[in-house]
């Protein structure tokens, strides 16, 4: 596109590939990333002294920070992401769902004021009915959701997801909903032009999943019928012009597989980890996109869905538990061949620090049919070698044999089922 891309970095990351692919690299300070990545004034520093004239938050850090967005607007910089006002819409999940049900997004039975303490989670509970999911009205990733059966249950929820409110929510607010459970989590990947048409390019579907975090996502989802999806990619229109939403942005919903009916889970406004198997089946290039929209670009692009795509995160941990196993990678040889992929952050003699997430590559698969994709991501998972740290190569691998995953008839409890 022509565009000169300025990278800003940590001490910990200063050997990571993407620190010599940029054009430029600003060293913003120590691995801590309060010192760091989430020091707003310092990446504004650095698109200052570097000449900036946009700033792209990524995933993760400051990407769903209203207020860093407003700083980035407020210091006369184009912001590549939605309004501030839609991440602040969007960011609290109480508001959010509220949000929804008056646009007529479908949204599961739950609480819509936050619930102060115990004594009002278990009368709230009782109203909705078990098993019910809790969690944080902010924060994102998984991070302090649980489910309770019980009471008992409740109890344990609730201290679970009061505890990671004060620690990574930025609010202490908590909510209930009914749980489904039997459910599949499917996304709907949407695009905010700048003439405020809102358009949906597709699902997803992040069923595979450990401790409420993804690891394998594909599109199409093999578990929803034509008739759902199009009610699906219907209900993400309208949820992205009920916040007149702009850029790339992700509509989440569990969908209640034996019923082929779905709710509104929540909204990521920003970039997903697994926008890569969107753009093989579409053609379109999200982050593209993305700058484009930013500059005021209004034309839709041409989609022609097609195939099937399947993301492997490929994370630096054990198998077995998925607990983190930084260290330094002796081996890195990725594969290659017909609709092979790979989206990685490291190379041969880099370290897995223990300081962030420990996602290594994004190995994607794409075939004619799934049988196809499937018989390619076989082939490309055992061509994948990393030696050094830990890493989970061995589960895709099982994943790619389950009878479940193979059929595609798969929940959000299938890890959870292999490893019982």
Known sequence: MGLRAIAVYSEADADLPFVREADEAILLGPANPAQSYLDAAKVLEAARVSGAQAVHPGYGFLSENAGFA???????????????????????????RNLMEAAGVPVAAGTREPVADL???VAAAAGIGYPVMVKTAGGGGGIGMGVAHDEAGLAKAFEQAARAASRFGGTSAILLERYIERARHVEVQILGLADGTVVALGERDCSVQRRHQKVVEETPSPGITQELRERMLAAAVRAGE????????????????DKQDFVFLEMNTRLQVEHPVTELVTGVDLVEQQLLIAAG???????????????????????????????????????SGEGVRVDSGYAEGNTVTPF??????????FGQTRAEALERARAAVADFKVV???????????????????????DTGLVARMRA
């Open 70 to 96: 407003r700083a980035v607007i407020d210091a006369g910089l184009t912001w590549i992401g939605p309004s501030p006002e839609a991440i602040e819409q969007m960011g609290d999940k109480i508001n959010a």
């Open 119 to 121: 004594e009002e989670a």
């Open 242 to 257: 009920a916040v007149g939403y702009l850029g790339a942005g992700t509509v989440e919903c569990l969908v209640d597989a």
């Open 297 to 335: 670009e209004k034309t839709v692009p041409s989609v022609a869905a097609r195939g099937h795509a399947i993301e492997f995160r490929v994370y630096a941990e054990d198998p077995k538990r998925f607990f983190p196993g930084p260290g330094k990678i002796d081996v890195w040889a990725e594969p």
């Open 356 to 365: 962030y997430d420990p996602l290594m590559a994004k190995l994607c698969v």
């Open 388 to 410: 050094g740290p830990k890493n989970n190569l061995p589960f895709c691998a099982e994943l790619l044999e389950h009878p479940e995953f193979v059929g595609g008839d798969y």
